[in-house]
């Protein structure tokens, strides 16, 4: 059983952000998705685990860490109906965790990026904490109620998006704009870059799954 799962995945990293958030988080296990491998030599760390069906990794990585000892290598069949991120997510929950982190989750494939934010669904059908960050976005999602202290958020904005459906009898509390019974709708903005003004901040609701991004420019 791990209490943090650190999963490295192919997207978008910056190296400055990604290497500070690893001290700060200190993961008590890393998996490494496919071309996260980029990312893992380019700071001279090993993982625990790697893997992929190794399709956009480049030679010279697979190799750097084919020389390493002491890593699980599972290398999937290219032709498969997950990605190598989801299978990551997977491979982390069957291992026993209470919290997973996705780096490189993001980038400039749009498509890969909402399919990553999808695979937070997983977390709440597993009870199991997921995250998404890069250096601007904390990405969660949610299906009950959280606080967050203003002191800890990760960035200057909190923005709220309905993931399924209407969330609904929704409360804001310690926020610029505030809520009260409320329901959000899908197709709406409302929700977005609201900010944190007092020293906790509250976000209630009935039902309803719904997307807490913390931003920052």
Known sequence: MYQRILIVSGGSIEDAFAETWMKQYKP???I?????????RRIGKVPNM??????SVSTEALS??????????????PVK????????????IRLGTEEITILGGTGSRLDHVLGNVSLLGIGLSE????QIVDEHNRIRMIDKAIRIKKEEQFGDFVSLIPYSGTVTHMYLKG????????????????????????????????EGILLVIEARD
């Open 127 to 130: 009870q199991v904490q997921m």
């Open 175 to 206: 926020f610029k704009y505030p809520l009260a019974d409320y329901s959000m709708e899908q197709f709406n903005s409302i929700g977005i870059s609201n900010e944190i003004v007092e020293e906790e901040a509250e976000i209630l609701f009935e």
């Open 50 to 55: 790697i893997i992929g069906d190794f399709d």
């Open 28 to 30: 008590d296990y890393v």
């Open 32 to 40: 490494v998705a496919d071309s996260g491998m980029e990312f893992m």
């Open 81 to 92: 109906d997950d990605t190598d991120t989801e299978f990551a997510i997977r491979q982390a």
């Open 64 to 77: 750097f860490f084919k020389e390493k000892e002491g890593i699980v290598w599972k290398q999937l069949n």
